[in-house]
Each structure stands twice: as structure tokens, then as C-alpha cells.
């Protein structure tokens, strides 16, 4: 894999620090003007609604999400940033009754991958759009082209590939199939659909400890770790602290990844 050279550290810890390499490619991508009105779908803690709103100067932007703490933060990173073209809702994307036709753009750093009809959600995006606005959105390609998932799958499973059958939950590599998307997007009534790979790397810490610490805390991690008696358990943390020393080096932890850039636009 490749090692990014000479970046600076990054300036906030978790998941923005792990889409280090991704958030610029995904700025660039949406390509934010100084009077446009932004809707940011999934926008956890909001860095990129941020950056859309510091971009947007004479326009604004909406940073949605369904899960309240990530709400909370966001508000806080923007009341503390002294912000005041942005904004904050709780809400699911799916269903929320956005202002129809109000938005240039809609965009997601990795937050359109878990609706439950992912039709209807598209649909309901699509509405809040202006005509001729557009779609910008980054996604996981399938898990198995993600060195990531591949390397923790394979040190939580072990050698006899056994992993302690964890629940179905939300899919980060729904959208990964390109042929899929297109017909969601196409149903959903979007036009103009369009992937363009993305082949940067995520960041998981400085050291070993730190990237244990947070890989550790994905949901698809701990519900493995919780079906395994404590000595598996204790012997599966053994293999992925291997896992990611492996993956070690002077700028940290790093792991290839592939996501899609997705656009559209609503006709
Ligand atoms: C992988 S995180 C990405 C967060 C953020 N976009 C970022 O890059 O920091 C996915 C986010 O989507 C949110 N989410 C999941 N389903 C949602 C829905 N139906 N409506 C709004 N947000 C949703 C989650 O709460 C979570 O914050």
C-alpha cells in the first residue's frame, strides 16, 4: 500500500482523521459556490457541512442526521468555529419534509448507505433540489476491495476463518455495486449518474494502541468481539493488534481503501 507522505497530523481525531485523504477529494468533487444553498445527508459531526458553509459564504448550509450526540457535536464544532450560514436538524434523510426545491446541492461523505429503502430516501433528496441541482456523495466499493474490512474480517475470524455470527446491521457496502446504484438513482429520478473511483487510503492513528483503540469501537468489531468467550476474545484483540502493526508505519496507521464518487443531477 502506499504510505502518504509528509501531511500534516490531523487536526481532529476519529473519523475525520481517518478520511483524511477522502475529504479533499469529496470537496473538490463538490465544488461548493459562494451563493449556494447545501444539504449535507448523514453529516455525522459535520466537517463537511462546515467546510460546504465556508465555502458558501452568501449561501448556506444543512447538515442532517438521525443520530442526536452526532447532532449535538456537530452544533457545538460550528457555534465554536463562529458559523452563522449553518445549520443543524435531527432527522432521518428517508422521510424528513425538506423545503422542496431549495437545495444546489446534496452531498455525503459516507452517510447514504444505510437507508432502509433507499428508493424512497433518494426520492425525497431528489425533491429537496432544485431543477438541474446536483448529487455528490462518496460510498464504499464492495468490502472486497477494501483492504480494511478484509484485514480486520480476517484477524477477528482467525485461522479457522470462523467469525462469531454477529447480527445483520446497517450495510456500509449497500451502495457499492455501481449497476445497483444506478437503478436507485434512476428510479429515484435522478439523471446524469456517474462513478469515479476513489483510491486514498483511511487513517487509523498515530500507533498501534490508537488504531486498536478506535477500530475497536466499530460497531462491526465489537459485535464480534462480544459473541466470543473472553480467551477468543482476548486472542482475537491479539490478531488485529498484529493486523495493524503490520500496517504500522513513521505516519501511522494506514489501510487501502476504494470508495465511489458518486454524482447526479436532478433532471
Ligand atoms: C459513516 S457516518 C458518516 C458521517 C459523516 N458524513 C462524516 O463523514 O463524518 C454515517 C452517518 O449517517 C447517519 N445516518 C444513517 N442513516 C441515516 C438516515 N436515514 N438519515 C440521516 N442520517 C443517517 C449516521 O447517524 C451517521 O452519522
Same mark, same amino acid.
Given at each position: 500500500m502506499r504510505h502518504p507522505a509528509?501531511?500534516?497530523?490531523?487536526? =481532529? =481525531?476519529g473519523y475525520d482523521a481517518e478520511l483524511r485523504r477522502h475529504n479533499p477529494v469529496l470537496h473538490r468533487a463538490c465544488g461548493?459556490?459562494?451563493h449556494e444553498h447545501v444539504l449535507d445527508i448523514g453529516?455525522?459531526?459535520g466537517q463537511t457541512t462546515r467546510q460546504a458553509a465556508r465555502t458558501a459564504r452568501a449561501g448556506s448550509a444543512l447538515g442532517v442526521d438521525i443520530s442526536a450526540p452526532a447532532i449535538e457535536r456537530a452544533r457545538e464544532h460550528a457555534r465554536a468555529e463562529g458559523l452563522d450560514n449553518v445549520t443543524f436538524e435531527r432527522a432521518n434523510a428517508q422521510s424528513h419534509d425538506f423545503?422542496?426545491?431549495?437545495?444546489?446541492l446534496a452531498m455525503s461523505r459516507f452517510g447514504?448507505?444505510?437507508?432502509?429503502d433507499p428508493v424512497a430516501a433518494f426520492a425525497n433528496i431528489g425533491r429537496a433540489l432544485r431543477p438541474t441541482g446536483r448529487l455528490v456523495m462518496m460510498v464504499w466499493q464492495p468490502a472486497e476491495r477494501n483492504e480494511w474490512d478484509v484485514a480486520i474480517q480476517q484477524a477477528l475470524a482467525g485461522p479457522d476463518g470462523q467469525v462469531a455470527a454477529a447480527p445483520?446491521?446497517?450495510?456500509?457496502?449497500?451502495?457499492?455495486d455501481p449497476r445497483t446504484v444506478t437503478q436507485i438513482l434512476g428510479v429515484a429520478g435522478f439523471a446524469d449518474i456517474a462513478f469515479t473511483d476513489v483510491d486514498e487510503p483511511v487513517y487509523y492513528g498515530p500507533d498501534v494502541a490508537a488504531a486498536l483503540d478506535w477500530v475497536g469501537g466499530f460497531t462491526s468489531t465489537s459485535n464480534v468481539l462480544k459473541r466470543l468467550d473472553p480467551a477468543a476474545a482476548s486472542r482475537a484483540v491479539g490478531r488485529l493488534r498484529e493486523t495493524l502493526a503490520a500496517h504500522a508505519s513513521d505516519d501511522g496507521v494506514w489501510f487501502d481503501s476504494r470508495a465511489w464518487l458518486v454524482t447526479a443531477r436532478r433532471p
Open positions: 509528509s501531511e500534516p497530523t490531523p487536526g =481532529s =481525531s461548493v459556490q459562494l453529516c455525522g459531526r423545503p422542496p426545491g431549495c437545495f444546489d447514504t448507505m444505510f437507508f432502509d445483520a446491521g446497517p450495510d456500509p457496502f449497500s451502495l457499492g
